[in-house]
């Protein structure tokens, strides 16, 4: 069966400051698929990244950058110099090719205070 | 990505009503998915709604509590039925992305149940 952990419920932080969010991921199969999406508080899942099991390559997309790393079994989430903006709450999901079907975290809550 | 428009986007409704909540998509897709997230709680599959047969429903979910149509590729609702306090939450349709596999949401709809 197929797993995802979010450890961290809540994170605050203050402008500026760097924050990562942890993700760790259980599963048997070899080809998986693993994804960020963040929910501002006005309750829409917004698609944030999308990383298939091959690709180990560390991804940066502005002040975002991704590390995934198949030996731990994690696909964390940087935020660079953050800013208010990006309070919201966030969830990383796996699936499986072939599958409808997405296991989400339970989601880390980050703050992110002026 | 796909845009999906969800009514209603809020609502409070009393116990023992039902409400329904319809899913727009821009564009013809095979398969919508309903996804609830309790307050406070990561998102559980309902069910995934397919244009001209029934829905699927995941564990812990009935088509009683929860019917689901899907009339066309493009619209689907989700009743939510003789609803109590527990039903409160946010209720999300949802679309794949057919060569990337990364779900689109809509805005959800925030029932309160009193």
């Known amino acids: 069966a197929q797993k995802v952990t979010q450890a961290q419920t809540e994170i605050s932080v203050v402008e500026k400051e760097d924050v990562t969010l942890d993700c760790v991921y259980e599963?048997?199969?070899?080809?998986?698929?693993l994804f960020w999406y963040k929910q501002p508080p006005s309750g829409e899942l917004v698609f944030l990244i999308r990383?298939?099991?091959?690709?180990?390559q560390n991804e940066i997309s502005g002040r975002y950058s991704w590390n995934f790393q198949k030996s731990t079994s994690s696909f964390n989430f940087t935020i660079t110099a953050s800013q208010v903006v990006d309070s919201a709450v966030y969830f990383c999901?796996?699936?499986?090719?072939?599958?409808?079907?997405?296991?989400f975290g339970t989601g880390t809550r980050l703050k992110v205070l002026a | 990505s796909a845009v999906i428009s969800q009514k209603p986007s809020r609502d409070i409704c009393q116990r023992g009503t039902s409400l329904t909540i319809q899913c727009q998509v821009d564009?013809?897709?095979?398969?919508m998915f309903w996804y609830r997230q309790q307050p406070g709680q990561s998102l559980t599959l309902i069910a995934t709604a397919n244009q001209g047969s029934e829905a699927t429903y995941e564990s812990g979910f009935v088509i009683d509590k929860f019917p689901i149509s899907r009339p066309n590729l493009t619209f689907s609702t989700l009743t939510v039925s003789n609803m109590s306090p527990e039903d409160s939450s946010i209720y999300l349709c949802s679309v794949q992305r057919q060569n990337t596999g990364e779900l689109f949401f809509g805005e959800g709809s925030r029932l309160t149940v009193l």
């Open positions: 990383r298939n099991s091959f690709d180990e």
């Open positions: 999901a796996l699936s499986l090719p072939g599958t409808y079907k997405y296991i």
């Open positions: 599963t048997r199969d070899t080809t998986y698929y």
């Open positions: 564009s013809q897709v095979t398969m």
